[in-house]
Every structure is written in C-alpha cells, then in structure tokens.
C-alpha cells in the first residue's frame, strides 16, 4: 500500500514542478511583453510630445516675434524723447538735444551719423540748427 502512496506523491510532485516551470515560463513572457509594451508607449508618447512641441513652437513663435518686436517698437517710442536729450549731451552735441532728427549712432571707429541733414553735426558758427525740430511734438 505504500508503493501507491509513493507513486502518488511522485506525480503530485512532478505537476507541482511543470506547474511551477509553467508559472515561471508564463511570467517570463508576461514580463518581457509588458517590457516591450512600455518601449512602444514611451515611443509614442515621446513622439506625441514632440509632435505637440513642434505645433506649439510653429503657433507661438510668430506671434512671440510679433509681440517682442510691437513692444521694442514701443519702448524705442516711449523712450525717443529721454534718449534725444540725453545722448546729444553726453556726445558733445549740445544744438541737438531734443532734435527729432538726432541720431548719433557710431558706424565704424570715428564714424558717429550725427543725423540725415547734418552728418557730422551742424555748423559749429550757427547758434542754433536750422533744422530742429522738437522730439516733444507728435
């Protein structure tokens, strides 16, 4: 009788052990399909990102240069008054301060465009600049 007692735990041991090797097996591929499943989301939604990156940068861009170059527009307006009577001073062109026309910009190492009518400041004999006009007008 202990011969059938022995066959019988023999086989419950044996499908215990293919059992167990099938569990093992099965979760190895489990493992290794979600493992590969995660790659492709990632894929994806790097790509979706990127995608929506691209479209946003298209969409934003011209109107962020849009919007910088409207408000360098405006403060070179709001600021065309201090920067007339400041920087003809501070250059040495006192008959230009206030000048709509100044300009005073350096183009090379002695090249300074006083402005269009008088490249090189008006005459130094007259009092005044025939050409004057006040930057506070609008």
């Not at 861009?61 to 409207?70: I, L, R």
């Not at 001073?89 to 300074?112: A, F, K, M, V």
């Amino acid at each position: 009788m202990e011969e059938w007692l022995t066959q019988l735990e023999d086989t419950v041991n044996t499908a215990a052990d293919e059992a167990g090797q099938w569990l093992a097996t099965t979760m190895n591929l489990m493992y290794e399909a979600s493992e590969q499943a995660v790659v492709e989301f990632e894929k994806t939604i790097d790509q979706a990102f990127d995608e929506f990156d691209q479209t946003l940068d298209q969409t934003f861009e011209p109107w962020a240069t849009s919007v910088t170059s409207s408000f360098m527009s405006w403060v070179e307006e709001a600021t065309m008054p201090l920067t007339h009577v400041v920087e003809p001073w501070l250059q040495e062109h006192p008959r230009c301060i206030g000048c709509r026309n100044y300009h005073g910009q350096s183009y090379g190492h002695d090249e300074t465009l006083i402005c269009a009518m008088h490249p090189y400041g008006p005459d130094p004999n007259l009092e005044r600049c025939p050409d004057w006009e006040s930057v506070w007008q609008s």
